[in-house]
Each structure stands twice: as structure tokens, then as C-alpha cells.
């Protein structure tokens, strides 16, 4: 049976070399390492563009679909150039990361703009940059959105975001769509969200509905429903307000394989299940074939990313019978171990005469004791100064990094057939305290 990108551990391009070192898209990891230091993202565009190209074609079956890749993943100039290049727009949530479009010089007219608290300001800066549309949220965000609106003149395109009242199985922080949750209108309240939208804000024109029922999801079925819920709603707002939608966004949340215990569906599951069920309910409720937005983010850059280490020190508790190696890194560059309790698959790039597999617990350097980047891992003779390649962590592993202890945050490369480039650079002591300020009595 073929394997897709999301369901490997490795990215595609993944060997080993004449030296006996770990080598992917053609570059040898200790050599990448030591020419860029540790810790190093690193992103491998050959299988990032499989999957995006994977995505593509396997909803390229439904003409109506949007691509959007959501930015929150993984966002940096280069990456979004590479989406925008392969025909993708954007689901942002920030101003930062609307900037890091338009930096790169990217327009606003393939992007949405998701989140449950949007400020005024970037609300504001959205509409200026003519963003295509919002996916409101809450009232609040409503009377805001209509308000800026009227005093630019614009009537605004807008989808309203709902909780379509789905549980899937996964972590519980990760999980949108229930009803119990932050985000969105709950079915109640929609219809009172709609009354208002046509009643009083003239500004604001609802084109459709958007829902994200969560992220890591390995059950295509969850997708048929979400899908259904949302034609059983377009219809039912069709009937008592008389107006037919034309756009539904069903989120992203495609899982990924972190290690060899998960089972996610392929894309060409997931898309024949959301097109059956577009086809089966657009059918039996005599709706017209709506827009279908679909906005990953994990799936297209995870498996592609991975991180270089270098083993420092070591502790072993004997009567535990218990190893510690710890590297340069840890729950700053990578909080979803710590966050999550998300587990990694790890090896030695280096090259290591024979076999000689230890069972170790790999820490950071961050003073937490949680700290822990993969607990009990079998590793091939570690030892300090080997060049460890923790793999899948293209995506909220970057966009999540903090500077926790005043620990620089490390460079990503992009390496490509034997080609690598940096696409962020290692921040510099100085970029760390460029925004304080000593108050003048203090000088
Ligand atoms: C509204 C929305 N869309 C898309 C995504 C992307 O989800 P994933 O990275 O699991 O594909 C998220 C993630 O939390 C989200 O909140």
C-alpha cells in the first residue's frame, strides 16, 4: 500500500550516505550542522512540496476548492512565498503574520483572517491591505467589523465561524469544534449572529460558514459530518432567512505521523470523504455546490521539518536504571512536549561504527524539569557532541518558540537537492534586548 507524506515519520528525501551519515534532499546533516551550528530548523522543500502538490491533486476534483496553507503552523517570508508560489492562499490570525505576507510581497485577495479576538488595530490594518475576507468570530467582533467598515466606505466580505458541535479524539487543547470552546457562535447563537448581520450591518456581507473541528485528526468520518452539519445549516438559513451561502470553510487538522503508533488517513481520503459528502448533502438539501475552503496547516509542513541537536551532557541514575543525555536545545524551540505530551521519533545523523542501542531520555537545556523533549527513545550509542535529527517538527515548533531563559532562537534552513539556504537567521544577543528599556532613573 503507498504511504503519503503525512503518514511517513522521515521526510521522503531521507538516506544514508557513503559515510554512513543521516542525509536528506541530497545534503549530509552533519555537515549541515556544523556549517549552521545547532540548534537548526530545517525544512525540506522537496517533501513540503509533495505534500502541497498531494493536497492539489487530490482535491482537484472539486473545481470549487480554495487552497489556504494556515500560517500558524510554520510562518516565515520564505515559507509563504513557497505556498503562494504553489497557488496557496493564507488563514492568518495575526497582524504579524498578515505582515509577514506583505513583506513578502504577497496581496491580501487569497487570505482569511480567523481568531477570537481580533483587535481594532488589526482589523484595521486588515481591511486597509484589502484582505478578502474575516471569519467572524463573535458579536463583539461583528459591531467591530461593520463599525471600521462604514468609516472606509467598504462593504466587507464575511464568513461566520461555528462550533459544529463535534468531538474528535484528540489532545483536548487541540480540539475546536465541540461546543464547550472558545471559538465561535454556537448553532443557538447564529442565527441571532445572521438577524444582525442582515438587519443592522450593512457593511458586512455574509458569504458563508466556517468551522475547524480540531487538529493531529486520524478519522476521516469526522470530516463527513462537519461537512453535513454545515449544508444542513446553509439550508436551513436558506429556508428562514431566505438566502443561500455560497462559501463553506471546513478548517484544517489533517494528522500526521509523529511516531509509529499514529495512523492518519491520506489526503486522498480525506478529500474524497469532504467531496462525497459536498455531493450527497448538496443533492438531498437542493443546494447549489458552495466554495470550499480548506485551510492545513500541520499536514503540509510537518513531516517536511526537522532539528538538529548537539548531545551535551549526561546524567545516569543508576538505581532507576535510567539515562539522561541532554542537548542545545529543547522546550523553547519545541514546547509541544512539554505543552501536549507530544512524542517524537529521534536518531543520531553521524555516522556510528556498529549497533549498539540504549534506551535514554532526551532533555533541554531550559530550567524546567518538564523539560523533556522525548522520554525513553532507544538511540544508537549517544554520545556527546553526536548531532541528534528530531524529526516532524515543521509545524508549531517555530511558530510556538519562545526565548524562555533569554536563549536565542535557532536559524531554519531550507535545503533543497543538495542546495541549502537560510531562511531565518540565528537571532543575535542584541536582537534580545533591542526592545528594553532602562528608565531613566536607573541609568
Ligand atoms: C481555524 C483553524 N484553521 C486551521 C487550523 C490548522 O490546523 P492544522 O494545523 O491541524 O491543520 C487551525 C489550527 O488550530 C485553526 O484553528
Redesign the pocket.
Known sequence: MQTYVNQKIKPITTTTNSKGNLEISGIDLTELAKKYETPLYVIDEVTLTKMANDYKEAFSKYEKTKMTF?S??LMTSAIAKIFHNLGFGF?VVSKGEIYTLLNAGISLDKVSF?GNNKSIDEITFAMDNNIDHFSADNFYELEKLNEIAKAKNKIQKIHIRITPGIECHTHEY?Q?GQTDSKFGFDLNMMDLAIEKILNEYKNLKLVGLHA?IG??IFETSVYFDEVKILLEQIKRIKDKFNIELSEINI????GITYTKEDNPPSVFEIADTIINSINIHCEKFGLNKPVLYI?????LVCTAGFTLYTIGSSKEIKELNKKYIAVDGGMADNPRPSMYQAEYVAEIANAKTGENFEKVTVAGKFCESGDILIKDIMLNNPKQGDILCVYDTG?YCYSMSSNYNCVLKPAMVLINSGEDDIIVKRQTPEQLVQNDVIPKRYR
Open positions: 494556515a500558524k503552523a488563514d480567523n487541540i475546536t475547524h487538529s493531529q478548517g484544517g487538522g489533517l485551510e492545513p496547516g500541520r499536514s509545524a
